[in-house]
């Protein structure tokens, strides 16, 4: 479809990367981040990624898409629709490309049983970072390393990903529990049955949670629409079932970025009415949450107030079988409500050494994303350090797209250090691009 436009995208960013400078940062320039890292890279420019966002090629009949590395989600869900088709695991907000899922981990209610988005990348290229051009595929050394890579292994730039057929609609059923092992439970035989499409689930407190289960649908019943004034994770308290189009299935956690939105006044209803519809995008409130970084207003009102608060942004995932004890550990120590759950696994026998979850193994994603007050003498980063310690001592993992707080032998430990030296001595000998570690560590607000 746009296969030439992509080549001159890719030809103009490789003699960018030529042209600069050997001790200048390398970083892309992209129109828009999920990251909660912020600073430096939130301001500056980088190097010239205009048509890499294209759809190259649908196959409807092998069911694949050949697209750009920095195409949009929401862009490749929309070119993949109109043929009955997804790709077979759509992280939850649009603005999320497919290059930084696979660099950088992404999850849905797919997850239980297609795995991760860079399980269902057929080949890639990678721009690395002497401006060569690498087609990798799985079992290559650089295919395997790219997941949780970062960008700081190369660039993807184009990928071929496998699809799945979708019905007309998702049947959704809510049901409700008081107990963690009892959620969990049922979340495993929910699994086992293999009899749904879609599983995921929120935390509103440690006596009250919701699992929801997805089936494709072809019913021409009315859909819901949480577009509007209505807001979807408040409908799990209210509504047994539900039916939704595909597409706003898909996009349920965009409008309010889960819900988030509320600390900007989103949800109260005179609002709402009055916040243009085009703006309830998790881009627009990343954006204002970037901005508020920036300007340090949220940090002058403490001030102001005497009070001190952390940010305790992170996703997790535990064994199912500890599930339940890190639930009930978290709603003790960390105030902070709602938690996303979702269920995940490994959908082949393939392993990705720089995020090794196990074969085999059931793991349930935790999410959380607030900010929590800090008592009198507990350090800024309190929070965040029992969680990690709590992940650590049930033999789970923590994803990277916020900060970190290990210390460089801890963090090579629980990320494959042997494997990424090895990659990094073989791809990036010049070390052009930022190590893993330092870019992901608790100062790299500075980088």
């Not at 080949?123 to 079992?139: F, I």
């Not at 960008?151 to 799945?164: D, F, N, Q």
């Not at 599983?199 to 009250?208: I, Q, T």
């Not at 494709?216 to 019943?221: A, E, L, N, R, T």
Request: net charge neutral.
């Amino acid at each position: 479809m746009c296969r030439h436009q992509h080549d001159a995208a890719v030809a103009r960013l490789r003699a960018a990367l030529v042209a600069l400078p050997q001790d200048s940062p390398v970083r892309l320039s992209k129109p828009s981040s999920n990251l909660f890292r912020f600073g430096g890279r939130d301001r500056a420019g980088g190097l010239p990624t205009d048509g890499l966002d294209t759809v190259i090629d649908i196959d409807a009949d092998a069911r694949t898409a050949e697209v750009g590395g920095l195409i949009t989600y929401e862009k490749l869900v929309a070119a993949t629709l109109p043929h009955k088709l997804m790709p077979a695991v759509v992280p939850q907000l649009k603005t999320i490309t497919l290059g930084g899922a696979v660099a950088g981990l992404g999850i849905e209610s797919t997850s239980f049983r297609a795995g991760l988005p860079h399980e269902t990348v057929l080949e890639m290229d990678v721009l690395t970072a002497s401006a060569g051009l690498e087609t990798v595929r799985p079992g290559d050394a650089l295919f395997d390393g790219m997941p949780n890579s970062y960008g700081t292994l190369g660039y993807a730039v184009r990928l071929k990903i496998s699809l799945e057929p979708v019905g007309r609609a998702v049947e959704v059923e809510h049901r409700r529990f008081d107990d963690p092992a009892a959620c969990f439970a049922a979340m495993e035989e929910i699994w086992a049955a293999g009899e749904v499409d879609f599983l995921d689930g929120v935390v509103f407190g440690p006596d009250e949670m919701y699992l929801s289960l997805g089936r494709f649908s072809d019913s021409h019943d009315p859909t819901s629409d949480y577009t509007g004034q209505s807001v979807y994770y408040k409908s799990l308290r209210h509504r047994r079932r539900d039916l939704l189009s595909v597409h706003d299935y898909l996009w349920r956690w965009d409008t309010d970025w889960f819900w988030c939105s509320a600390a900007f006044g989103v949800q109260n209803p005179l609002v709402r009415r009055v916040w243009p519809k085009n703006l309830r995008r998790s881009d627009v409130y990343r954006r204002l949450v970037a901005l508020d970084r920036r300007l340090g207003l949220t940090r002058r009102v403490d001030a102001l107030r005497g009070a001190r608060h952390e940010a305790v942004i992170q996703d997790v995932e535990i064994p199912i079988s500890s599930a339940a004890r890190f639930l009930e550990r978290f709603c003790v120590d960390v105030p902070i409500r709602p938690i996303w759950l979702c269920p995940l696994g490994l959908r082949g026998e393939h392993e990705w050494p720089l995020y090794p979850l196990r074969r085999g193994e059931h793991y349930v994603n935790f999410g959380f994303w607030a900010t929590a007050p800090l008592g009198p003498g507990q350090s800024p980063d309190y929070h965040n350090r029992l969680v990690e310690d709590l992940v650590d001592r049930l033999g789970g993992h923590k994803s990277l797209y916020s900060t970190v707080h290990y210390d460089r032998e801890d963090f090579w430990r629980r990320y494959g250090g042997q494997a990424y030296q090895e990659l990094k001595d073989r791809y990036d000998a010049q070390r052009r691009l930022p190590d893993l570690f330092e870019k992901v560590g608790t100062d790299s607000e500075t980088r």
